[in-house]
T-cell receptor
Framework: EAGVAQSPRYKIIEKRQSVAFWCNPISGHATLYWYQQILGQGPKLLIQFQNNGVVDDSQLPKDRFSAERLKGVDSTLKIQPAKLEDSAVYLC??????????????FGSGTRLTVV | AQTVTQSQPEMSVQEAETVTLSCTYDTSESDYYLFWYKQPPSRQMILVIRQEAYKQQNATENRFSVNFQKAAKSFSLKISDSQLGDAAMYFCAYRSETGAGSYQLTFGKGTKLSVIP
């Protein structure tokens, strides 16, 4: 099966600009996650979707970050306006069974964002 | 909230030797899953091995095995016969329920493993 697709792979923007990341999960995976991975740290969950509904967005900085999954398939994560501390890798992951899969989640290769 | 701690920021091992990466976690749950993921420079997280807390037997996957100590809340990864391709970041992860019948992974900060030829 095809993996989790993410684009772009790299993005460089100036602070206060906006940026959007795209994720296409594995076909049939109803659960989708966005993680933020700052250099030297482990991934931190930003938001979790079940189909097109939000399950958990408690760690999403809602004043500048937004995410949607309108048709329950692709998802977009947006940052507006970006800050220097948003520089990180943004990972998308998907799973069956509401994330209860015994085999963990399938991750994409991420988007590396640099804010200058 | 569950926390996952990896106390070794960096480790190195000679090729063909054995290395153990440490992980501890904090939880009040009795049944849960633990995972080790590998992240090479390509950035994609790759599942290495998993362990269900309910099972007492330590999981093994080829050269990878775990030492799961439930009472101590410890979950270490042993890599035997280390190969150059094992060089990567390794993350320990805990699967927790969100309370809405869904689950999510909480990761440690990772251990960077270098393999010396």
């Amino acid at each position: 099966e095809a993996g989790v697709a993410q684009s772009p792979r790299y993005k460089i923007i100036e602070k206060r600009q906006s940026v959007a990341f795209w994720c296409n999960p594995i076909s049939g995976h109803a659960t989708l996650y966005w993680y933020q991975q700052i250099l030297g740290q482990g991934p931190k969950l930003l938001i979790q979707f079940q189909n097109n509904g939000v399950v958990d967005d408690s760690q999403l900085p809602k004043d500048r970050f937004s995410a949607e999954r309108l048709k329950g398939v692709d998802s977009t994560l947006k940052i507006q306006p970006a800050k220097l501390e948003d520089s990180a890798v943004y990972l998308c992951a998907s799973s069956r069974d509401r994330g209860k899969s015994d085999y963990g989640y399938t991750f994409g290769s991420g988007t590396r964002l640099t804010v200058v | 909230a569950q926390t996952v701690t990896q106390s070794q920021p960096e480790m190195s091992v000679q090729e063909a030797e054995t290395v153990t990466l440490s992980c501890t976690y904090d939880t009040s749950e009795s049944d849960y899953y633990l995972f080790w993921y590998k992240q090479p420079p390509s950035r994609q997280m790759i599942l290495v091995i998993r362990q269900e807390a309910y099972k007492q037997q330590n999981a093994t996957e080829n050269r990878f095995s775990v030492n799961f100590q439930k009472a101590a809340k410890s979950f270490s990864l042993k890599i035997s016969d280390s190969q150059l391709g094992d060089a990567a970041m390794y993350f320990c992860a805990y699967r927790s329920e969100t309370g809405a019948g869904s689950y999510q992974l909480t990761f440690g900060k990772g251990t960077k493993l270098s393999v010396i030829p």
